[in-house]
């Protein structure tokens, strides 16, 4: 059960006179969701783009699935295993649901120029595998029927599914999903706060940050706040809302939780 | 099934006999055909790097360049002519067979991609263009100058007597004789191109439909995403410039054996921007639009030569009647991107297996 996934260790980032992380550091266990919480400017994006190599940290050590991990390339991240969707919804709009998905298997797969250009038995049974794959993944988010529609056609809940399934395709040791109940209605959040609960029940590990605090503390076995780049509590979703500092910074001073 | 064999058939049979028929009002027809088929192959090479991978080139014409100017130099007199010392290893002249250089053309081309490629791997759009820009004058230049101090390219003068194809023994510098039926030179060509036409489109078609066209794809539509999906894009985008390069130092090749006289004046601006225009008229990234575009902007101003004359004449010769042509060829292009800005023959809306929307949800 205490199989950690990923380790992180005394993270600072500084950019130029801002202070934007320091001494940051989260342990997430496998099967778990761990929440990633803050009021705005709080640092969570910052620590994300270090997690996944866009930001190069000042300080801190990294480890993913008992290996050391360093996020230096962003393209070298997804191949290690963690997988991220985006807070501003990035699919590739004028491919189908399915190629997108299909794209998300590309680091679990090999074929390269020689396969394709002469559709050798091994690049066919590869690619019907990739399709299979990519249909199964579509199933699993519930948006099957919607395989062969251009992604930019698909509604806002759709298209955010449709992340996912693609952050799943690269088989992912953790999915890190950066607010994806952003701009989402009520219905909606039900839908998604379902669909994240069936990926942990299915033994994936899961690192969300998210604004809403509702949807945070019902899904979230573990969290950690953040305010001005400082880790000012970490623990389960009870823990948190008892701390006096996250009361004070987080929910505003004078706020009283029962 | 049956039937789409059938009307497959009858594209092939009327495409491979067009010429027959054609030659009969001249061989400038056969020769425009032709042209026309090395323009797609152009078309389908710059469609790989602008279509698949969204890198904008303009200077594409220089891997053309390249292409043509091997041929030149491997299958004409001008090195033994120049340097003694290759006269003396080749004693019957320098004319290399097009096993070896129709091969070594490309992949001097492909070398030349992946040269432009790497330092431009961090632009993107506008930016990327110019650049790119610059190289294919900067290949073009290159051809014009290097007569000084060692003659090399013949400089403005360009290259003269390059051999003719010689496939399997038929020279295709002479009209072939069968059977008392004579087929032209320009005949000959035209198959050539043809089948390398329809080989290039099996190829591109099979790369759009492989892992690595789905990468290019990627890259097009959201290169940091791309990213996050374990897409390595330099190499992604190096391949793509690679490729595409090779298509144009084999249609380089086959325009030098074509012409028989390459010179720097053919690998101007103009023509990267022409093939530019009939990837974007066509419809971008996706096949029948590009070949539909290549052929069209390549055989319009052949057309418009018999329009352009006449409308001379009404205005006393007034107008000049190239000018004109490029006048309406600008004109007929504004219309075309104002009436359908995702060009002539956009990629359709849904995939193969798509249902109505109706009955989807």
Redesign the interface.
């Given at each position: 059960m205490s199989e950690v996934v990923l380790e992180v260790k005394g993270v600072s980032k500084r950019f130029g006179g801002l202070q934007a992380l320091s001494d940051v550091g989260i342990r997430i266990e496998r099967g778990q969701v761990y929440g990633l919480i803050g009021p705005n400017g709080a640092g969570k994006t910052t620590f994300f783009n270090v997690i996944?190599g866009l930001y190069t940290p000042d300080a801190g050590s990294f480890q993913l699935g008992g290996q050391p991990y360093k996020p230096t390339a962003?393209?070298?991240?997804?191949?290690q295993g963690i997988?991220?969707t985006?807070q501003n919804i990035?699919?590739?709009?004028?491919?189908?649901a399915?190629?997108n998905v299909?794209?998300?298997?590309?680091?679990r797969?090999h074929?390269?120029?020689v396969?394709?250009?002469f559709?050798t038995a091994k690049?066919k049974a590869?690619?019907a595998d990739?399709a299979a794959r990519a249909h199964e993944l579509l199933d699993y988010v519930g948006i099957r029927?919607?395989?062969?529609?251009?992604s930019r056609?698909l509604s806002y809940g759709d298209q955010r599914r449709l992340e996912i399934a693609?952050a799943l395709a690269?088989e992912p040791k953790l999915i890190a999903l950066d607010e994806p109940a952003a701009g989402m209605n009520a219905t909606e959040k039900v839908v998604l706060r379902e669909l994240i609960d069936r990926i942990r029940k299915d033994g994936r590990t899961i690192l969300l940050i998210e604004h809403d605090v509702k949807l945070v503390m019902g899904l979230c076995d573990r969290l950690t706040v953040l305010d001005y780049g400082r880790q000012i509590a970490e623990g389960t979703p009870g823990e948190v809302q008892r701390n006096e500092k996250v009361i004070e910074a987080y929910l505003g001073a004078g706020h009283k939780t029962h | 099934m049956k039937n789409k064999f059938a009307v497959f058939l009858v594209c092939a049979v009327a495409l491979v006999a067009l010429p027959l028929f054609v030659q009969q009002f001249g061989q400038g027809w056969v020769r425009i055909l032709a042209t026309a088929l090395l323009y797609t192959l152009l078309a389908l090479g710059l469609n790989i790097i602008v279509g698949y991978a969204g890198l904008l080139d303009l200077g594409y014409v220089a891997f053309y360049a390249v292409g043509a100017y091997m041929y030149a130099l491997l299958a004409s007199p001008h090195l033994t002519e120049t340097f003694p010392w290759i006269a003396a290893m080749f004693p019957k002249g320098l004319h290399m067979p097009i096993w070896v250089v129709v091969p070594l053309g490309a992949g001097l081309a492909a070398l030349a991609g992946v040269l432009l490629g790497t330092p431009v791997l961090k632009l993107r759009g506008d930016y990327l263009a110019i650049v790119t820009l610059g190289f294919g004058e900067i290949i073009r230049v290159f051809m014009n100058n290097l007569e000084h101090p060692v003659n090399i390219t013949n400089g403005p003068r360009g290259l003269d007597r390059i051999d003719p194809f010689t496939i399997f023994g038929v020279n295709f510098g002479k009209p072939l004789v069968v059977g008392g039926f004579s087929i032209a030179s320009v005949t000959l060509y035209y198959w050539l191109f043809l089948a390398l036409v329809v080989g290039s489109v099996v190829?591109c078609h099979?790369?759009e439909?492989?892992?690595?066209?789905?990468?290019w794809?990627?890259i097009?539509?959201?290169e940091?995403?791309?990213?996050?999906?374990?897409?390595?894009?330099r190499n992604m985008k190096l391949?793509a410039f690679g490729?595409g390069a090779t298509f144009g130092g084999v249609s380089g090749s086959m325009f030098a054996a074509f012409q028989g006289f390459v010179s720097p004046e053919s690998f101007s601006l103009m023509e990267s921007i022409m093939i530019v225009a009939m990837v974007v008229l066509g419809g971008m990234g996706y096949l029948p639009g590009v070949i539909l575009g290549a052929l069209l902007l390549s055989a319009l101003p052949e057309v418009l030569r018999y329009v352009a004359g006449p409308l001379q004449h009404l205005t006393d010769g007034r107008l000049d009647a190239s000018i004109l042509r490029q006048l309406l060829i600008a004109l007929a292009m504004i219309v075309i991107m104002l009436l359908r800005p995702r060009g002539l023959m956009p990629?359709p809306?849904?995939?193969?297996?798509?249902?109505s929307p109706a009955t989807?949800k």
């Open positions: 996944t962003v393209h070298e991240v997804a191949r997988a991220r985006f990035r699919l590739f709009p004028e491919m189908t399915l190629e299909m794209v998300g298997r590309h680091v797969t074929s390269g120029l396969g394709a250009l559709r690049f590869e690619e990739i029927r919607l395989a062969e529609y251009k056609t693609r690269t | 190829l099979r790369l439909l492989s892992r690595i066209g789905r990468a794809m990627a097009r539509e959201d940091i995403a791309a990213k996050a999906m374990g897409i390595n894009t391949l490729m990629p809306e849904h995939g193969k297996a798509a249902p989807a």
